[in-house]
């Protein structure tokens, strides 16, 4: 009685069309709320960074630009002194004298205001001496009169020129009724070839048009200002955007990485599981297989051992050598069959020697001894691998092919038995496929429970790959393994 591991082996049930074998697929963790968008740091510096800077350029603006209208008031005030003086100068000499000024004096000062460009330009003009008397003016009504000194004269009185927009309310306005608010400029007069200051001139200067002037240098500068602030902000931002680019690229690529290192720790506690599983089934598949072994053993050779050594007590009580003989004979005929089926049994647990044979010929080894033992013909294409794989590699697919082998045999009818092997990048695919037949008594009779198909799912996902079968549009299966030789089943 000629057995196989195939016959040896309980079968199952084919899958349905289309099912998978390797369990529960990898699920992706479910996607969270998205998290709000937060403004990248070039957006923010450039928003805190313009208000800073905009604060900024106002404060520098307006220091600034003070800073640039006093200077121009006083070159304005000096340039105007110093025109002043050296025509005002030599005809108030006699003040270091005297708190008044001559008949004469007053005349020659009276003939240079007399000029309608002077006048248009300083309306008026006049000296005083250090005690607040108004020594000359062109308003002669003010001669001789004393004032309250005013804070342009006291200043001037220690030498500086000072500028400041007149005063309506003092009283040498208020007599001459000046409403105006004309550019004051006091400037202090020397005796000749000494540092004395012997009086002070106030000088009235039309002041619009140097209004306009100063309104034009403010403009002027604040552009400048502005456009500095501007460039300063320019090039700050470029700088920040660009190291804003790379660390939002980084931060990108860190979340990228965080994500993958989040899936791949869930599909590496999947395998785990699976792992387990497949241990567990592993076990219980070991003890049904040797359940199976220890069943034909007990069913097949050990029946007709017993039944040998039942014809050995006949053949010693014969009393003739007919009878004797015809024991011995059939002593000899059971025996003959139990190591038949012993011989069966073996071959079918023992693995030809493939631990040095590249895979495409250790799936032609399988081929092979199929088609010789089933005297069967197989359509084989494999593809060579550049590198060797590990021996459990070896073992898998040789076990694979020789059960889909098997299956085809006995379910598909022989027919159309067809072999290939091709690789997908670093995924090693093995399929059997055949044309089908009339297979659905055979189906029917299978038992509802066996190690076969189970036993070869458990052996490929202890290596980390999957296992389909499903039913072809002719009416054929195919069965297929894929392993992902990248995961260390290489070898070096």
């Given at each position: 009685?000629?057995?196989?591991?195939?016959?040896?082996?309980?079968?199952?049930?084919?899958?349905?069309?289309?099912?998978?074998?390797?369990?529960?697929?990898?699920?992706?963790?479910?996607?969270?709320?998205?998290?709000?968008?937060?403004?990248?740091?070039?957006?923010?510096?450039?928003?805190?960074?313009?208000?800073?800077?905009?604060?900024?350029?106002?404060?520098?603006?307006?220091?600034?630009?003070?800073?640039?209208?006093?200077?121009?008031?006083?070159?304005?005030?000096?340039?105007?002194?110093?025109?002043?003086?050296?025509?005002?100068?030599?005809?108030?000499?006699?003040?270091?004298?005297?708190?008044?000024?001559?008949?004469?004096?007053?005349?020659?000062?009276?003939?240079?205001?007399?000029?309608?460009?002077?006048?248009?330009?300083?309306?008026?003009?006049?000296?005083?001496?250090?005690?607040?008397?108004?020594?000359?003016?062109?308003?002669?009504?003010?001669?001789?009169?004393?004032?309250?000194?005013?804070?342009?004269?006291?200043?001037?009185?220690?030498?500086?020129?000072?500028?400041?927009?007149?005063?309506?309310?003092?009283?040498?306005?208020?007599?001459?009724g000046i409403r105006t608010r004309y550019l004051e400029?006091?400037?202090?007069?020397?005796?000749?070839?000494?540092?004395?200051?012997?009086?002070?001139?106030?000088?009235?200067?039309?002041?619009?048009?140097?209004?306009?002037?100063?309104?034009?240098?403010?403009?002027?500068?604040?552009?400048?200002?502005?456009?500095?602030?501007?460039?300063?902000?320019?090039?700050?931002?470029?700088?920040?955007?660009?190291?804003?680019?790379?660390?939002?690229?980084?931060?990108?690529?860190?979340?990228?990485?965080?994500?993958?290192?989040?899936?791949?720790?869930?599909?590496?506690?999947?395998?785990?599981?699976?792992?387990?599983?497949?241990?567990?089934?592993?076990?219980?598949?070991?003890?049904?297989?040797?359940?199976?072994?220890?069943?034909?053993?007990?069913?097949?050779?050990?029946?007709?051992?017993?039944?040998?050594?039942?014809?050995?007590?006949?053949?010693?009580?014969?009393?003739?050598?007919?009878?004797?003989?015809?024991?011995?004979?059939?002593?000899?005929?059971?025996?003959?069959?139990?190591?038949?089926?012993?011989?069966?049994?073996?071959?079918?647990?023992?693995?030809?020697?493939?631990?040095?044979?590249?895979?495409?010929?250790?799936?032609?080894?399988?081929?092979?001894?199929?088609?010789?033992?089933?005297?069967?013909?197989?359509?084989?294409?494999?593809t060579e691998l550049p590198q060797p794989v590990s021996?459990?590699?070896?073992?898998?697919?040789?076990?694979?092919?020789?059960?889909?082998?098997?299956?085809?045999?006995?379910?598909?009818?022989?027919?159309?038995?067809?072999?290939?092997?091709?690789?997908?990048?670093?995924?090693?695919?093995?399929?059997?496929?055949?044309?089908?037949?009339?297979?659905?008594?055979?189906?029917?009779?299978?038992?509802?429970?066996?190690?076969?198909?189970?036993?070869?799912?458990?052996?490929?996902?202890?290596?980390?790959?999957?296992?389909?079968?499903?039913?072809?549009?002719?009416?054929?299966?195919?069965?297929?393994?894929?392993?992902?030789?990248?995961?260390?089943?290489?070898?070096?």
């Amino acid at each position: 009685m000629e057995t196989s591991t195939g016959d040896m082996l309980k079968p199952v049930q084919d899958f349905e069309s289309s099912d998978v074998i390797t369990g529960v697929p990898l699920q992706h963790l479910p996607a969270g709320k998205a998290a709000p968008r937060r403004a990248t740091l070039s957006v923010q510096f450039l928003i805190a960074g313009g208000l800073v800077m905009q604060i900024a350029m106002l404060v520098a603006g307006y220091l600034i630009t003070e800073l640039v209208s006093r200077e121009a008031i006083r070159s304005k005030a000096a340039s105007t002194a110093l025109f002043m003086q050296s025509l005002v100068a030599p005809a108030v000499q006699e003040l270091a004298t005297s708190q008044s000024l001559s008949a004469g004096a007053i005349a020659r000062l009276d003939q240079l205001f007399a000029d309608e460009a002077v006048k248009r330009r300083f309306p008026y003009f006049e000296v005083w001496t250090p005690d607040g008397v108004v020594a000359y003016s062109n308003t002669p009504q003010i001669i001789g009169h004393q004032f309250d000194r005013p804070n342009g004269l006291l200043r001037a009185l220690t030498g500086e020129v000072t500028a400041d927009h007149a005063d309506p309310r003092a009283g040498e306005h208020v007599i001459r009724g000046i409403r105006t608010r004309y550019l004051e400029i006091y400037s202090p007069i020397r005796l000749e070839g000494s540092s004395r200051i012997i009086a002070v001139a106030e000088i009235h200067e039309q002041a619009e048009p140097f209004r306009e002037e100063l309104a034009a240098l403010r403009r002027s500068s604040w552009l400048v200002i502005a456009a500095v602030t501007a460039a300063i902000m320019l090039a700050l931002f470029g700088i920040v955007h660009r190291g804003s680019r790379t660390i939002e690229t980084q931060r990108k690529a860190l979340e990228r990485r965080v994500e993958e290192t989040e899936q791949l720790l869930l599909e590496n506690r999947q395998l785990s599981d699976r792992l387990q599983r497949a241990s567990a089934r592993v076990a219980e598949l070991n003890e049904q297989f040797i359940r199976g072994i220890g069943a034909d053993l007990h069913d097949g050779p050990a029946q007709l051992i017993s039944f040998s050594i039942l014809k050995i007590e006949d053949a010693r009580n014969a009393r003739s050598k007919a009878p004797r003989d015809r024991s011995l004979l059939t002593m000899q005929s059971a025996l003959d069959e139990a190591m038949r089926e012993i011989r069966s049994i073996s071959k079918g647990l023992v693995l030809p020697e493939i631990a040095d044979l590249p895979l495409h010929m250790v799936i032609e080894r399988a081929v092979r001894a199929h088609e010789a033992r089933t005297r069967t013909s197989v359509a084989l294409a494999t593809t060579e691998l550049p590198q060797p794989v590990s021996h459990a590699v070896r073992i898998c697919v040789f076990r694979f092919v020789q059960e889909g082998l098997n299956n085809a045999y006995r379910h598909g009818g022989a027919t159309g038995q067809e072999v290939r092997s091709w690789m997908d990048g670093t995924l090693l695919n093995v399929s059997v496929a055949d044309s089908g037949g009339d297979s659905s008594s055979a189906e029917k009779d299978l038992p509802s429970a066996g190690i076969g198909l189970y036993g070869l799912q458990e052996r490929v996902e202890s290596l980390g790959g999957t296992l389909t079968k499903r039913r072809l549009g002719d009416g054929g299966n195919l069965l297929k393994m894929t392993l992902d030789l990248s995961g260390g089943l290489l070898v070096a």
